[in-house]
C-alpha cells in the first residue's frame, strides 16, 4: 500500500509522519530525509527527494509553497508534466520495493494530482489543522499576515481535498492528536485496516506518548481567537470537515477579502528562483536563509525568554502562596500544641481516675475469690444435700407405687370377688334345696369379702394420707428448692441428652401456673407442678396445659397408653416428628 500524507504546514504532518513510521511504514534509506531544526525539533519526516520534485515544479511556473494564488495544476505546461513524471516514477519505482511506504510533504497537497497518475494502490491520510492555529503559526515563523495565511490553508485542504477525491481517505485532526495520542494512533491504525493496509503493527503506547509531546503544540486554538475569523468560509470549512470527519464536505465560497490579502503578500515576496538563475544566487539564497534561521533563533529565544519570565512570575506567586500557608500551617501547629497540652492534662487526670478504679477492681476481686469459694463450698453441700433428698424421694416415690400395687391387687381381688359372689348366687337358685345352708354360707363370704373390701379401701386412704402427709411434710416443702437446684445442677454437669423434665419444660404445651389453677390440690400441697405432672398427673389423667390433652392423646394412641409412656412427653420426643395430631 502507498500511504500519501496531506496536510497544510504547521499542520502535525510531521507527527503523523512518525507515527506512520513507528507503524511499520517505510520512509526512505538513511540520509534522505530532511532532518530536524529548532522549528521541528522531532524531525519533519520529509523527503528531499520528494520535496525536490515538488519545488521544482512549482518554479517551472514561478509558483512557491507560499505563493500560490495563481497556480493550476491543470494548466502545466508540457514539458513541465513530463519532467515531473520521469523524476516522480523513478522515485516511486524503488519505494514499491518496499511497501507499505508512506510520503509526507505538504505541497503535494497542491500536486496531488500529477502524483496519483503515478500510484497504484494510493490511500490518502489528510491531516487538519484549525486555520487560525495554523495561520498564528505562520505568521511567527515567516510574518504572513494572518488573513493571507487563512487564505494559504483554504487553498491547501481544498487542492488536496479536490486532488483525492475518489481514493481511499482517512482524516486525523491535529488537536485530537495532541491531546489524546495513543487514542487518535489506534484509531488510525484500525482505519487503515479497513482499508486493506497490511505489514502494520500498532505502536506500544509508550512509544507514541515519548514522541508526542504537548510542549510542541503551539499556538493553540484556546489562546488565539480571533472573532473576526469566526464567521469566515475557512473557519465554517474547519468545521465541516470536524462535524463529518471526512472530506466529503463542500469546499464553501471563497473568502475574498483573504483572497486579496494573500496576493497583496504574494506581491511583496521577492523573484522565485528559476531553475536557471538559482546557481548564480546561491550565494544571496544562502544569506538570506541564514537570515531567515536566525530570525527564528531569535524568535525561539525570545519565546523562551517571555516562558521564563512567566515561569519566574509563577514561582513568585507559589513562594508567596507557601508563605502564606507556611503561617498558616504554624498556626494550626500552635493550635495542635495547646490541644496536645490540655490532652495531656486530661490524659493525666483520667491515669489517676484509672489507678484509683484498678486498685477498687483489685479489692472487688479480691471480694469475688472469696465469694467464689464460698459458692462452691455451698454448692458442694448443696449437692450432697440434694443427692440425700433424691435417695428419701425415690424411696418414698417407690413405697407410693408399691402401695398403689397394692390398692390396685385388692381392687381386683374385689372384682373377682364380686364375680365369684355372682357365681355363688347363680349356684343358690340352681340349689333350692341348700338355699339355707348356701344364704348362711353366702353370708359368711359376703361378710369376709366386705371386711377384705374395708380393709383395702383403708389402706388406701392411710396411702393418700400418708402422701398428703408427705407433700405437706417440712421435709418436702424445704427440699422444693434443693430439688429445683438439683434439677439445675442436673443439667449443668449432664453432658447426655435432655431428660423428660428438661424437654417438658423448654415446651410451651406445659403450663406451670395454669396446672397449679386447675389442680387446686397440688398448689396446697406446695407440690412442684411438673413433677407431679410427670410423676402422677399423666396417670391421674390431668391435662398439663390448656393445648394439650392427656386423655384424648392416650385414647388416640394405643401404643402410648400400653407401654405406660406420658403422653407430652411421647410427643414431645417422637409424636410431634411422627406427624401426630396434638389432642
Not at 64 to 91: I, M, Q, Y
Not at 130 to 155: D, F, G, M, Q
Not at 444 to 464: D, K
Not at 471 to 480: E, L, P, V
Request: aromatic residues 8%; neutral net charge; glycine residues 6%.
Amino acid at each position: 500500500m502507498q500511504l500519501i500524507v496531506l496536510g497544510m504546514h504547521r499542520s502535525g504532518t510531521s507527527v503523523l509522519g512518525r507515527v506512520l513510521n513507528l507503524m511499520g511504514a517505510y520512509f526512505g534509506p538513511e540520509g534522505v530525509s530532511t532532518g530536524a531544526n529548532i522549528e521541528n525539533p522531532k524531525g519533519f519526516w520529509e523527503r528531499r527527494d520528494v520535496r525536490e520534485i515538488n519545488d521544482w515544479t512549482l518554479h517551472s511556473v514561478d509558483c512557491d509553497w507560499n505563493r500560490v494564488s495563481r497556480f493550476d495544476v491543470g494548466a502545466l505546461p508540457e514539458r513541465t508534466v513530463k519532467g515531473f513524471g520521469e523524476r516522480a516514477e523513478k522515485l516511486l519505482l524503488e519505494m514499491d520495493a518496499h511497501r507499505p511506504w508512506f510520503i509526507k510533504e505538504p505541497r503535494m497537497c497542491l500536486l496531488m494530482p500529477l502524483w496519483r497518475r503515478y500510484l497504484e494502490v494510493p490511500i490518502c491520510i489528510h491531516v487538519v489543522r484549525h486555520p487560525l492555529e495554523v495561520a498564528h503559526s505562520l505568521n511567527t515563523r515567516n510574518r504572513i499576515p494572518l488573513p493571507a495565511a487563512v487564505a494559504l490553508w483554504k487553498r491547501y485542504v481544498s487542492a488536496a481535498i479536490e486532488g483525492s477525491r475518489g481514493l481511499p481517505s482517512v482524516v486525523v485532526f491535529h488537536a485530537d492528536l495532541m491531546n489524546s495520542p495513543w487514542e487518535t494512533v489506534k484509531s488510525l491504525f484500525a482505519q487503515l485496516e479497513e482499508h486493506g493496509v497490511g505489514g502494520l503493527r500498532l505502536p506500544a503506547r509508550m512509544e507514541v506518548e515519548r514522541f508526542v509531546e504537548m510542549d510542541l503544540y503551539r499556538q493553540r486554538q484556546s489562546g488565539v481567537q480571533d472573532d473576526e475569523f469566526e464567521d469566515s468560509p475557512e473557519v465554517g470549512l474547519f468545521k465541516r470537515l470536524m462535524a463529518q470527519r471526512s472530506i466529503d464536505v463542500d469546499l464553501g465560497a471563497e473568502n475574498a477579502v483573504s483572497a486579496r490579502a494573500l496576493l497583496e503578500f504574494e506581491a511583496g515576496l521577492p523573484p522565485v528562483r528559476s531553475v536557471a538563475n538559482a546557481r548564480a544566487s546561491s550565494s544571496s539564497a544562502l544569506v538570506e536563509n541564514l537570515r531567515a534561521k536566525f530570525e527564528m533563533r531569535e524568535h525561539d529565544l525570545r519565546e523562551k525568554l517571555e516562558e521564563s519570565v512567566q515561569r519566574a512570575r509563577d514561582f513568585e506567586s507559589m513562594i508567596k502562596k507557601m508563605r502564606a500557608e507556611r503561617v498558616a500551617l504554624e498556626a494550626d501547629m500552635r493550635k495542635e500544641s495547646e490541644l496536645l497540652a490540655a490532652r495531656e492534662e486530661s490524659f493525666r487526670a483520667e491515669r489517676e481516675k484509672l489507678e484509683i478504679a484498678e486498685a477498687a477492681l483489685s479489692s472487688e476481686h479480691d471480694r469475688f475469690l472469696k465469694l467464689e469459694e464460698e459458692f462452691e463450698n455451698t454448692r458442694a453441700e448443696l449437692l450432697e444435700r440434694i443427692r440425700i433428698q433424691d435417695g428419701e424421694y425415690a424411696e418414698t416415690k417407690r413405697l407410693a407405687r408399691a402401695r398403689l400395687g397394692d390398692v390396685t391387687r385388692l381392687t381386683r381381688r374385689l372384682l373377682a370377688s364380686e364375680v365369684e359372689l355372682a357365681v355363688l348366687r347363680e349356684a343358690g337358685r340352681e340349689a333350692a334345696g341348700r338355699l339355707s345352708q348356701a344364704q348362711s354360707e353366702h353370708r359368711v363370704t359376703e361378710n369376709a369379702l366386705r371386711e377384705s373390701l374395708g380393709r383395702s379401701e383403708n389402706e388406701l386412704q392411710e396411702m393418700r394420707s400418708e402422701l398428703a402427709r408427705i407433700y405437706g411434710s417440712w421435709t418436702w416443702r424445704f427440699g422444693g428448692p434443693i430439688r429445683r437446684l438439683s434439677r439445675v445442677a442436673r443439667r449443668l454437669l449432664s453432658r447426655g441428652p435432655a431428660s423428660d423434665a428438661d424437654v417438658v419444660r423448654q415446651s410451651a404445651l406445659f403450663d406451670g401456673a395454669w396446672y397449679l389453677q386447675q389442680y387446686p390440690d397440688v398448689a396446697r400441697n406446695g407440690v412442684d407442678p411438673l413433677e407431679h405432672y410427670l410423676g402422677f398427673g399423666c396417670e391421674e389423667g390431668r391435662d398439663p396445659g390448656p393445648n394439650f390433652s392427656t386423655r384424648n392423646y392416650l385414647r388416640a394412641n394405643a401404643d402410648v397408653r400400653d407401654l405406660g409412656m406420658n403422653a407430652l412427653v411421647h410427643y414431645l420426643r417422637h409424636g410431634r416428628d411422627e406427624g401426630r395430631k396434638l389432642c
